[in-house]
């Protein structure tokens, strides 16, 4: 299992015309303990910072425990 962490900063806001563009660094927890940082469009940051955090995972998960 993957656990990971978020922080989000907002390059955009949302408004209810269009999606906000936001910068989400992720980070995980040994052994993949490794930091991305990824530019997500999104209704709002804790949209972004969900599929920061599962693109992550996607990421990470077929990588060998131990890295």
């Not at 906000?20 to 995980?28: A, K, S």
Request: proline fraction near 9%; aromatic fraction near 8%; avoid cysteine.
């Amino acid at each position: 299992m993957v656990l990971a962490s978020a922080t989000v900063d907002v390059i955009r806001p949302a408004t209810p015309q269009r999606q906000g563009n936001f910068r989400v660094n992720v980070w995980g927890q040994p052994p993949y303990d490794q930091t991305r940082v990824y530019e997500i469009s999104a209704k709002n940051e804790t949209l972004a910072a969900q599929q920061g955090i599962a693109r992550f995972v996607r990421e990470m998960e077929p990588l060998p425990e131990g890295i």
